[in-house]
């Protein structure tokens, strides 16, 4: 595909994000609706979903009103919110799905697996029968970020969605496994979708220090899992890259590795990293980031595009410094990186 270019500067559709976290209501002091969509904006991402683990969790139609009243009032794009899958996120009982379904994007109990076989099974009957998705933080062992944890609730839940006919949606997936499962249940019909995120397809575990402050939920692997991922890419397995963008407190991200919680910032580098690593290295074409960024993401969820776009000078260098994010977050492995891709301007809605 040849894009337009306008005064120089290349025109690409408004970049599209499943996956991330604006912690309100609850956590406001790491993020608000505004400044998540500002930087959001500042990305490219012109629509995004946000993830349920909030407070209160919008598990309730109550509880996703009060995000959505925040939505309407402070979002600069399109905010699109999840419901959760079981109350509080808890994993022994599940919510309101069915009156909750007219005011999410999606259903995910992101953050925490759902252990219980029996549970996960009545949760994608219900969803299938409503319509909607299933997004899967697959951890099958809570706490236990170990590669097995990921791909064996992947393998069990690819058999249930197989069995129900549920809508599957794999969330930030990072091992060889995962990809191996998820290609093999493609082949055999199953209606199944995953997502990977920037730092699993350009760092591994020898790439960055075990520093609290890049520690992330599943855990950098591998070079073998990165190059898996990026064949994966390569081959369509991997049908869409979303940030994970979770920010935390300075504080939150300064107690070690051990101490520190989950997650790094990712929407104001996510579309320069990978044009600088992936795009500019031929390892995949501006047609294909495109997909996976935006086309893909929008398809799947059922998110329309509008008058969408952005501008880019796709050959304009830039070193990542945090303090002039818009996001509260600063945690990114990034930090000091010289990338190609400076954004000019994000339009939405034709504005």
């Known amino acids: 595909m040849a894009f337009e270019i306008l005064n120089g500067l290349t025109k690409l559709p408004g970049l ?88 999410c994007i999606a259903f995910s109990d992101d953050g925490h697996g759902v252990s219980d076989e029996g549970l996960m099974r009545e949760a994608m009957e219900r969803i299938r029968d409503i319509g909607k998705l299933l997004a899967a933080h697959c951890e099958l062992f809570p706490g236990d970020y170990s590669p097995e944890s990921e791909w064996k609730e992947i393998e069990r839940d690819v058999k249930l969605a197989a069995a129900t006919g549920c809508a599957y949606h794999v969330c930030h997936i990072s091992t060889k496994e995962s990809v191996s499962i998820i290609r093999d249940a493609k082949k055999s019909g199953v209606d199944i979708t995953c997502e990977t995120a920037p730092h699993y397809l350009t760092l591994c575990n020898d790439d960055v220090l075990d520093e609290g402050r890049f520690k992330m939920n599943p855990p950098l692997r591998t070079a073998k899992d990165k190059e898996a991922l990026l064949l994966g890419v390569m081959d ?35 579309f320069p990293v990978l044009y600088t690593d992936l795009v500019k290295t031929q390892t995949i074409t501006l047609d294909r980031l495109v997909e996976l960024m935006s086309t893909n993401p929008r398809q799947r969820f059922n998110i329309p595009l509008r008058d969408d776009f952005t501008l880019w000078a796709l050959d304009e260098e830039f070193i990542v410094d945090p303090s002039k994010f818009m996001t509260m977050g600063r945690s990114t492995p990034f930090e000091g990186r010289k990338l190609f891709g400076v954004l000019k301007e994000t339009y939405f809605s034709g504005i």
């Not at 979903?49 to 209160?56: G, H, I, S």
């Not at 979002?75 to 079981?86: E, K, L, S």
């Not at 935390?248 to 104001?268: P, T, W």
């Open 16 to 103: 599209c994000d499943v996956h991330v976290h604006f912690r309100e209501p609850g956590f406001s002091y790491k993020e608000t609706i505004r400044t998540g969509s500002l930087a959001a904006k500042a990305g490219g991402f012109t629509a995004v979903c946000a993830m349920p683990n909030l407070n209160p969790v919008p598990d309730s139609i109550e509880n996703i009103k009060l995000e959505q009243d925040i939505i309407d009032r402070d979002a600069f794009i399109a905010v699109y919110p999840y419901a959760a899958i079981t109350v509080g996120e808890g994993g022994e009982k599940i919510a309101d799905l069915e009156g909750l379904a007219p005011h």
């Open 236 to 270: 369509g397995t991997i049908d869409m890259v979303a940030t994970d963008h979770a920010p935390h407190s300075a504080e939150e991200k300064s107690k070690g590795f051990d101490g520190s919680l989950n997650g790094i910032v990712g929407l104001e580098t996510a």
